[in-house]
């Protein structure tokens, strides 16, 4: 984008206030700098983990745009820029960026980088017309898939099947997922294309129908079996993905992993109280995933695309950028941002 073709200031929303709503605010144009590129949003999804921008769980300051599942077309790129383009799809989560210096960094663990740059969190993110991304933590998204539907694989969608492809477990185990929202209908389908017996877990039987259409070979519901002891009569599960915040039933489920089973914690949620007794006997593990870094992500739509995984969205104008954001947690089954 030439710089009399940029606007001088853009639209965005943005939280102002601890605990307060979205405001519209209007920003300057800035030039993208050294190691950065600009893009114009063509979607961003709304997570659950922008509350901790609105109630600075994480101090950023404010105000602060959030918004960490960016998928844009690239308008502007800074000085020097050697591999984006103007004109190209592609995308931003929540890593932002790594200082490439650090210990893990050193070691190629750049999602946990000691000085981690976070979309939407640490600096603006995708709630608005344009956004600013450090070139080494973009993604390449290809052009013939929605960006609506691809921006929650960026955070909701890498989370789901990088954790699942770094586990122990194999095919033909069993991979339990709690919980059927936004990450857990990616999970179930993850986990099927992946070549897993998936099994579904949720807490009615209202969600029955759809996790037998996106691939669950069987479905316990909470509310008429002891899930526990239902996984145990098969032999448990070599993972449970917990992907609801539900903090009785995620430590509920720890008896119901097979020997050498990993608990793996997505959502997060309340303190967990775990007894040592199956962790031993059975030499259990609790671990936890942190979504990965944008080859991760191009992963992640690679897999999506050769599987004909379907993410399940529904769409809000960016003027209604608070109303999406208060049905993060019931949209079905991503509510995303279309400016």
């Known amino acids: 984008m030439s710089p009399a073709a940029h606007p001088k200031s853009y639209k965005a929303f943005a939280f102002t206030e601890v605990g307060g709503p979205l405001k519209e605010v209007q920003v300057e144009w800035k030039d993208p700098q050294p190691g950065e590129i600009v893009v114009k949003v063509l979607a961003c999804g709304v997570c659950a983990s922008d509350e901790a921008v609105k109630y600075q769980v994480i101090p950023t300051g404010l105000p602060r745009i959030p918004g960490h599942e960016i998928v844009g077309n690239v308008v502007a790129v800074g000085p020097g820029e050697t591999v984006w383009k103007v004109g190209e799809r592609v995308g931003g989560g929540w890593h932002g960026g790594h200082c490439s210096a650090c210990e893990r960094c050193r070691a190629g663990d750049y999602i946990c980088c000691e000085k981690e740059d976070i979309n939407g969190?640490?600096?603006?993110?995708?709630?608005?017309?344009?956004?600013?991304?450090?070139?080494?933590?973009?993604?390449?998204?290809?052009e013939d898939l929605d960006p609506a539907e691809a921006a929650p694989l960026l955070c909701a969608g890498i989370t789901t099947f990088n954790s699942l492809r770094n586990m122990t477990a194999r095919p033909p185990d069993y991979v339990?997922?709690?919980?059927?929202?936004?990450?857990?209908?990616?999970?179930?389908?993850?986990?099927?294309?992946?070549?897993?017996?998936?099994?579904?877990?949720?807490?009615?039987?209202?969600?029955?129908?759809?996790?037998?259409?996106?691939?669950?070979?069987?479905?316990?519901?909470?509310?008429?079996?002891?899930?526990?002891?239902?996984?145990?009569?098969?032999?448990?599960?070599?993972?449970?993905?917990?992907?609801a915040p539900n903090p009785k039933v995620i430590q509920s489920l720890v008896p119901a992993l097979a020997v050498n089973g990993e608990l793996l914690l997505l959502a997060l949620c309340d303190e967990i109280t775990v007894a040592p007794a199956p962790m031993i006997t059975k030499r259990l593990s609790i671990r936890g995933w942190p979504s990965g870094t944008a080859r991760d992500s191009e992963d992640?739509?690679?897999?999506?695309?050769?599987?004909?995984?379907?993410?399940?969205?529904?769409?809000?104008?960016?003027?209604?950028a608070q109303e999406a954001y208060e049905h993060r947690g019931s949209a079905k089954f991503r509510a995303v941002i279309v400016p």
């Open 121 to 142: 969190v640490l600096r603006d993110g995708g709630y608005a017309e344009y956004a600013t991304l450090r070139s080494e933590a973009v993604a390449k998204v290809p």
């Open 300 to 320: 992640t739509v690679k897999f999506v695309q050769a599987h004909g995984i379907k993410c399940m969205v529904q769409k809000f104008p960016l003027e209604k």
């Open 176 to 243: 339990a997922v709690q919980g059927i929202g936004g990450l857990g209908h990616l999970a179930i389908q993850f986990a099927r294309a992946m070549g897993f017996r998936v099994i579904a877990l949720s807490s009615s039987d209202a969600k029955k129908e759809l996790a037998h259409s996106l691939g669950a070979h069987i479905y316990l519901d909470g509310s008429k079996v002891d899930q526990a002891a239902e996984l145990q009569k098969l032999g448990g599960a070599r993972v449970i993905m917990c992907t």
